[in-house]
């Protein structure tokens, strides 16, 4: 067997934005694929039909489509680069159509705005979404000369941002300040756009009904300090009308679905476990939420890895039921609610699913399975089956040495913890060997039975590689994800008596030879850990979090997210915060640290590396800090390809050189 190399990643193919056509008889899909020579990702349109899945096109540095008809894909594209900087400096967005059976594609239209794709409505209704400031609407709705002199206007206010609310940017967005999310109806016909809402209006989250003529939405006005509960409006395509169907504004609103005629809303009221407490399921009646079920876990796919690129949708109604995708312990499953309110478990997956559509007569899926990066898979809901249709990925990873994970228990008194442990290629019992303990972010995400290229890379390497789900992770309810106030307590205790079991139970592993690394909670708890412990040779602490008193203003999340996690307020209970910062803790880190951060990360900002790394540069502590300029939160999984390989390669270099 081969040894998988550090920049194998770049071979890999991500699927993404899974979609039907309008006949549910085929279906098409987006292939990204990393560039390493000119530092991007490129995308490939593919459609499906019946077992058979065929490459379309190249979309270049584009990702978005939708079917008009049965015969026809509209794609967000520019054909060249002439056409793309013509475009960005006029502020528009060009659409074509991709003629199936012609295997033609024809320019389609030019519109004034720079827009998404979001749905069909029909043969020519198109529905778009844009982020505008109450001002960028004269880019539509003015003449060519009020156009071009906003236009001028806007290239002079690059040079500040006038920010009167919070947030005020977002991770990988930039600035967001005054940016309000609008749809608009256009018309391929007429060639109409239409904005459904009041400049004023932002729209959070919608669905459409069953028969696309209505667009269940929620949403609020602008705010100077954003909230997280909404009221619930319906908005009559054909009649272009409002209606408020839920006027309290007391509830987080997750998703909504319309299920033979009845509305039915998943949302929480973040009364017992707040920000991140898991949603049930509600019925709209009579203007009020009735409560259908009580369900208490997450909607979607909180398992990591950094072998994806785009999201797809994973939820939809089949014979008057409601199909979504959950997390439950360390895997992904599909279950199903009907009006009845009762909760079928349809499939239990040992990995992952990316994406979850139906077709007339089965579903498709994209799911990562039995340690496999991402294929497309039929769904047989006669059988609750699923069987892989492609094999895109299957060259890439052939012959070389993939590590099966170990399960590990470790039974505690009220709790389990559960974890995976990855044994060095070429193995021999008689040896000693390295260890690294990987820890996810989140804190509520999950580490699953999928593949994890930073993971195998190292096993490749050779060393043992362990990672679990303490608590905080999600995937066992409410109760177990609930560690507000209590950052670097229980969690340390479930990571620190997780490591104990393992290095007890594989005698190979060398004591003296333990690394630890994690991103965002998890550099969080690489801070934490170093400044508790010095059991670990040596750490690597990525896009982590140091001083949860200055995280509350900098992050684009801090001012919520930050107080809710921590039960407390940056001035109020500043010892509090203090305590559960890993910075109060600094003059006792011993261990090697290497910093990973990237400048453009608003979710975790970069100076939170600063404090902690100049405290330890100070105190002479063997430590390094890799500055990333370009790249956000997202650089382990979404960052651009040399930057992903860089990183890996710093973290990598600093275990070896330790």
Not at 127 to 150: F, P
């Amino acid at each position: 067997m081969e040894k998988i190399k550090l920049d194998q990643f770049l071979k890999f193919n991500h699927l993404g934005n899974l979609q039907a056509s309008p006949d549910e008889t085929k279906y098409g899909f987006i292939v990204s694929k990393a560039n390493n020579k000119d530092n991007h990702y490129e995308h490939y349109l593919y459609l499906g039909e019946k077992n058979k899945t065929t490459k379309l096109r190249k979309l270049k540095k584009n990702n978005q489509y939708v079917f008009l008809n049965n015969n026809e894909i509209l794609i967000n594209l520019q054909k060249n680069k002439t056409e793309e900087n013509k475009l960005k400096d006029k502020f528009k967005q060009s659409f074509y159509i991709y003629n199936l059976s012609e295997k033609s594609l024809d320019l389609a239209f030019e519109l004034p705005i720079k827009c998404n794709l979001e749905k069909r409505i029909n043969n020519n209704l198109i529905l778009l979404s844009a982020n505008l400031t109450t001002d960028d609407h004269i880019l539509y709705e003015g003449n060519n000369k009020q156009r071009e002199a906003y236009l001028e206007q806007r290239k002079k206010a690059k040079l500040y941002e006038d920010i009167s609310e919070i947030p005020y940017y977002f991770n990988g967005e930039g600035f967001v300040a005054n940016k309000l999310k609008q749809l608009f109806l256009y018309d391929i016909k007429t060639n109409k756009l239409k904005r459904i809402f009041a400049y004023d209006f932002a729209c959070e989250t919608y669905s459409l009904s069953q028969d696309n003529k209505t667009i269940y939405y929620t949403g609020k006005t602008q705010e100077d300090i954003k909230t997280f509960t909404s009221m619930i409006y319906a908005y009559d395509i054909d009649m272009d009308e409002h209606e408020i169907l839920y006027y309290k504004n007391d509830y987080n609103i997750e998703q909504l679905v319309e299920i033979n005629n009845e509305l039915v809303v998943m949302a929480k009221d973040m009364v017992d476990y707040g920000l991140n407490q898991n949603p049930d399921f509600y019925i709209v009646k009579n203007h009020e939420l009735k409560l259908l079920s009580k369900f208490g876990f997450s909607l979607g796919n909180s398992i990591g890895t950094d072998c994806r690129f785009l999201g797809s949708e994973k939820t939809f109604v089949r014979n008057n039921k409601f199909y979504f995708t959950t997390t439950i312990d360390d895997h992904s499953e599909i279950k199903s609610i009907d009006l009845s309110g009762k909760i079928n478990t349809e499939y239990i997956t040992t990995g992952s699913i990316d994406g979850f559509i139906k077709l007339k007569y089965q579903g498709i899926m994209i799911a990562m399975e039995k340690q496999k990066l991402q294929e497309v898979y039929n769904y047989d809901f006669s059988k609750n089956k699923i069987k892989q249709i492609t094999k895109i990925n299957e060259s890439v990873l052939k012959n070389y040495y993939i590590a099966k994970p170990q399960t590990v228990i470790v039974e505690k008194e009220n709790h389990q913890i559960k974890g995976k442990v990855l044994f060095p290629k070429d193995y021999q019992p008689t040896k000693k060997y390295p260890a690294i303990l990987d820890i996810h972010g989140g804190p509520k995400g999950v580490y699953g039975n999928i593949y994890y290229h930073e993971m195998q890379y190292w096993a490749n390497e050779g060393y043992f590689v362990f990672y679990t789900n303490p608590r905080g992770s999600d995937g066992k309810g409410d109760k177990y994800a609930d560690i507000r106030g209590k950052y670097g307590t229980i969690d340390f205790i479930d990571l620190m008596d997780f490591t104990d079991t393992v290095v007890n139970t594989y005698k190979a592993i060398d004591k003296d030879n333990l690394y630890v690394t994690g991103g965002s909670y998890g550099g969080f708890m690489t801070n934490w850990i170093v400044g508790q412990t010095n059991r670990f040779k040596a750490a690597v602490t990525q896009r982590s979090i140091s001083n949860w008193i200055s995280f509350y203003g900098t992050s684009d999340i801090g001012y919520y997210f930050g107080n809710d996690q921590t039960a407390g307020h940056p001035i109020k209970d500043m010892e509090k915060l203090l305590d559960q910062s890993p910075i109060k803790y600094a003059m006792e880190i011993k261990t090697p640290l290497l910093f990973i951060h990237a400048d453009k990360d608003y979710r975790c900002p970069i100076e939170q590396a600063q404090q902690l790394y100049s405290i330890l540069k100070t105190n002479e502590i063997d430590t390094k800090i890799i500055w990333v300029k370009d790249e956000n939160h997202e650089l382990s999984r979404g960052g651009k390809p040399q930057a992903r390989v860089k990183r890996l390669k710093e973290i990598t270099n600093w275990f070896k050189s330790h």
